[in-house]
């Protein structure tokens, strides 16, 4: 199997997530996964923690989780991918976004600022891959699903009540690649979900390509 986390959050940097980077890494190397991408909270929120400070000052504070997480990746064998769950401030939805690189955020630190259509537009015929994250749960604005090439159709999180029957029925419906991801939070979600993939991902493209060729199965585990 080539298991593979793709939603997940670290402490360092996501206020919701009891998780280090480190601890993060170390449970997912022990229960045999290849890779782990670190999708942690980016909303104009994170940003006014920090009022008075420069933008590179915040990014830095946002890039923190995923440094250490892929630093300690590199030291026990674990690919360790950067990602982000974005929120607009025109609405509460999130959205999990793969293909990224540091450059990106340290040119674009305010994307949170210009909406969903914006975004979709800006990254339209690049490597970045934008994924609805859990789409049914309360307080969710619907959206045409013309911006989306993939939604979250399962989201592991035990938390919360992320209809994923209805997200899967939405996937269906408009022919959408469905991925799949535990929203790791706490150390007793690994396994809750993941992607398994038909070979190894090493990089952030690659993790991007295997989705939009959808070559990967998901890894649930529904004995909650």
Not at 33 to 42: L, N, P, Q
Not at 92 to 112: A, M, R, S, T, W
Not at 163 to 170: D, P, S
Request: proline share 1%; charged share 25%.
């Amino acid at each position: 199997m080539n298991l593979y986390e793709i939603h997940s959050h670290t402490s360092e940097v996501s206020a919701c997530s009891n998780v280090t980077s480190k601890e993060l890494v170390f449970n997912h190397k022990k229960n045999n996964f290849k890779g782990v991408c670190i999708t942690d909270h980016y909303y104009k929120g994170f940003f006014d923690n920090f009022y008075g400070r420069d933008n590179k000052f915040i990014v830095e504070r946002f890039l923190n989780g995923y440094k250490m997480a892929k630093n300690y990746g590199e030291e026990i064998g674990l690919k360790v991918f950067l990602g982000m769950e974005i929120r607009f401030t025109e609405y509460n939805n999130d959205y999990l976004v793969y293909g990224i690189d540091e450059k990106f955020i340290y040119e674009n630190p305010n994307i949170y600022n210009i909406g969903l259509e914006k975004f979709v537009e800006y990254t339209k015929n690049t490597d970045i891959l934008i994924v609805w994250a859990h789409p049914f749960r309360n307080q969710i604005t619907m959206r045409d699903s013309k911006y989306f090439e993939a939604i979250e159709s399962y989201n592991g999180n035990i938390r919360h009540d992320s209809r994923n029957y209805l997200a899967n029925e939405y996937k269906e419906k408009y022919n959408l690649i469905g991925t799949c991801g535990s929203d790791y939070h706490r150390t007793e979600d690994i396994y809750k979900a993941s992607m398994d993939f038909n070979y190894e991902i090493n990089n952030e493209k690659q993790l991007v390509k295997a989705i939009r060729n959808r070559h990967f199965k998901h890894s649930i585990n529904k004995g909650e």
